[in-house]
C-alpha cells in the first residue's frame, strides 16, 4: 500500500473513531441529565449505550466515566451490589489512564456505596485513597471538595471527630486557595460566590457537629505536604509533525505536541503507531506551563482548509497531542505554503510556531516540519479602564498555566505620563506579544486605539493577539485588524465563553 492509501485509511480510521468518541460523550451528557432528573431508567441506558462505544473505541476513560455512572444510578435505586460491581470496573479501567481525579471520584463512589451496605471500614479506606490522590494532584480546589465529602461521611458515620478535623482541613485549604481569585465584574463568573458558599456550608456543618466528647473516634492524621496552594509546573516543548509534501487533492494530518524533552521518544513512538515510519521530531520550547492546565491550539495553512481549526491539550506532565485534518483543495498550484500553530492559555497567546508545507505532485512521509518558534516571555496588555477587573481575571489564569510569561499590565500609569507615546513606542514593540482586550468601551478608547495602532505599525498583524471580552459581532473589531484575524476574534470569544 502506497503512502496515499496509507495516509487514507488511517484518516478515514481516525474519523471514525472521532465521531464514535462524539458520540459516545453526547450520550454520557445526555445520560447525566437523565440522572440530574431522577429519570433513572433513561440514565442508565444511555450510559450503557456510550460504554458500547467505549469499548468499542478502546477509550479507557470513557469506559470508566460510563461505569461511574451506571454504579451512581444503581446507588440511587438501592441496588447496592450491582454498584459495587460497575464502580469496581470503572476503577479497573480509569487505572489504565492518567485520569487521577477521575480515579478520586470513583473511590468516593465506592466509599459511599460501601457506606450505604453498612461497612464502615472498606468505606474509609476508599475514602482515604481519594484525598490521598487528591493531594498528589496539588489542585487547591479539588482537594478541599474532597475533604468536605470526606466530612460529610465521616459525619454520617457518628465519628464527629474525624469530621470535624476534615471540615477544618476543607475550610484552611479552600480559603487559602480563595486568596488567589481575582474579583471580577462579570455576572457569569461565579467562582468565588460557589466557594463562598461551600465554606458557608462547610461552617454550617461544623456547627451541627455534636460536642468533641460525644465522639470516641481516634484523631486523623495530619497528611504530609497536606498545604496544596503549590502548583506543579514543567518545562514544556512544542513539535509538529506532518507530511513534507502533500499533493493537491489529498487530505492529511497535522498533529501538534506538547512534551517534555525526556519525552521525545514517546512522541516519535505515538507519531510513528499513527502514520507509520519515516517520522522523525525536534522539538522547540521549552515553556513553563502548570499541569492541570488546558492548552488551546489554533492552526491555520495560507489557502489550505482546516477542518476544524481549534483543539486541546490537557498539560498532565504526559506528551499529549492536538491533531488537525487539513484538506488541500484540487486547483492550488505547487510550492510551499506557510502555516501557524498558536498555543493559547485561558484564551491568550502563550507561543507560536510557524511552519511551512510544500505542495508538489506526490505525498512524502510524515516527519518533522522545518518550523520557527516563538515563545512568549513579556507581553503587553491593551485594555479600556473600565474593563479591568475582567482582564485582571483573564491575566489570572493565564499565569497560572504559563507563570513564566510577564505580562505588563500598569499601562493606566503609563498613559498619565507626560512622555506617555514615546514610551509606548518603547515598551510594545519590546514585548513578544500584544493583548487586545476588546469591548465597547476599548473601541471608544483613544488610548487603546493609540496602541494597537503602534503594535501594528511597529511589529504587524500577527503580533496583535485579540481578546475579545464581548462577541465581535456585537462590537466588530477595526477594519485593519479584521482583514486577516476575524476568524481569530470569532475563536478568542469561544474559548472564552467556554471557559465560563
Not at 495516509?7 to 471514525?16: N, P, V
Not at 478535623?165 to 480559603?175: E, F, G, K, M
Request: proline residues 5%; aromatic residues 8%; hydrophobic residues 40%.
Amino acid at each position: 500500500m502506497g503512502w496515499l492509501q496509507r495516509i487514507k485509511a488511517a484518516l478515514s480510521e481516525w474519523r471514525k473513531r472521532r465521531q464514535l468518541d462524539r458520540e459516545a460523550r453526547r450520550l454520557h451528557k445526555e445520560g447525566y441529565e437523565f440522572y440530574m432528573r431522577f429519570s433513572m431508567r433513561e440514565a442508565f441506558h444511555r450510559y450503557a449505550q456510550a460504554l458500547e462505544i467505549a469499548y468499542e473505541i478502546a477509550n479507557p476513560e470513557l469506559v470508566a466515566k460510563s461505569f461511574g455512572g451506571m454504579s451512581e444510578v444503581c446507588r440511587v435505586e438501592g441496588q447496592t451490589e450491582r454498584a459495587l460491581e460497575y464502580a469496581g470496573k470503572a476503577l479497573e479501567a480509569v487505572q489504565r489512564t492518567k485520569n487521577r481525579r477521575l480515579e478520586a471520584l470513583i473511590h468516593v463512589s465506592l466509599a459511599t456505596v460501601y457506606e450505604k451496605q453498612g461497612r464502615s471500614e472498606q468505606a474509609s479506606d476508599h475514602m482515604e485513597r481519594a484525598l490521598a490522590i487528591a493531594r498528589a494532584v496539588r489542585d487547591p480546589m479539588f482537594e478541599g471538595n474532597l475533604l468536605f465529602i470526606a466530612g460529610n461521611h465521616y459525619a454520617e458515620l457518628g465519628r464527629s471527630r474525624e469530621a470535624r478535623q476534615y471540615y477544618q482541613r476543607a475550610v484552611a485549604i479552600l480559603t487559602s486557595a480563595s486568596r488567589g481569585l481575582v474579583p471580577t465584574a462579570s455576572i457569569l463568573d461565579t467562582t468565588e460566590e460557589r466557594l463562598r458558599e461551600t465554606l458557608a456550608q462547610i461552617e454550617s456543618r461544623i456547627n451541627d457537629l455534636p460536642d468533641l466528647s460525644e465522639s470516641a473516634a481516634a484523631p486523623v492524621k495530619q497528611a504530609p505536604g497536606s498545604d496544596a496552594t503549590l502548583a506543579v509546573s514543567d518545562r514544556v516543548h512544542f513539535s509538529i509533525t506532518s507530511p513534507r509534501m502533500v499533493s493537491a487533492g489529498a487530505p492529511f494530518v497535522v498533529d501538534v505536541w506538547a512534551h517534555l524533552e525526556e519525552q521525545r521518544e514517546t512522541v516519535l513512538r505515538r507519531a510513528q503507531e499513527a502514520t507509520g515510519p519515516g517520522v522523525a521530531i525536534r522539538s522547540k520550547g521549552p515553556v513553563k506551563v502548570a499541569r492541570g492546565t488546558v492548552l488551546s491550539v489554533r492552526l491555520k495553512v495560507d489557502t489550505l482548509i482546516v477542518e476544524d481549526p481549534t483543539d486541546t491539550i490537557l498539560w498532565d506532565g504526559e506528551a499529549g497531542n492536538a491533531t488537525f485534518l487539513v484538506m488541500v483543495p484540487q486547483n492550488v498550484p505547487e510550492g510551499p505554503r506557510s502555516g501557524l500553530a498558536t498555543i493559547h492559555v485561558n484564551g491568550l497567546r502563550i507561543a507560536k510556531i510557524d511552519f511551512v508545507i510544500q505542495v508538489g505532485k506526490s505525498v512524502e512521509p510524515v516527519g518533522c516540519l522545518e518550523a520557527r518558534e516563538e515563545r512568549h516571555r513579556k507581553a503587553f496588555a491593551s485594555y479600556a479602564s473600565a474593563d479591568l477587573y475582567q482582564v485582571l481575571a483573564r491575566i489570572q489564569g493565564i499565569q497560572k498555566g504559563a507563570p513564566d510569561l510577564e505580562v505588563f499590565l500598569d499601562v493606566i500609569s503609563l498613559r498619565s505620563g507626560q512622555d506617555w507615546a514615546q514610551e509606548l513606542w518603547k515598551v510594545i514593540p519590546a514585548s513578544d506579544v500584544f493583548y487586545l482586550f476588546w469591548s465597547a468601551n476599548a473601541k471608544g478608547s483613544t488610548w487603546v486605539e493609540k496602541e494597537w495602532r503602534c503594535a501594528y505599525d511597529t511589529r504587524g498583524l500577527e503580533f496583535i493577539d485579540p481578546v475579545p471580552l464581548v462577541s465581535p459581532r456585537e462590537v466588530p473589531p477595526p477594519s485593519e485588524l479584521a482583514s486577516k484575524h476575524f476568524n481569530d476574534w470569532v475563536l478568542g470569544f469561544m474559548t472564552r465563553a467556554d471557559g465560563k
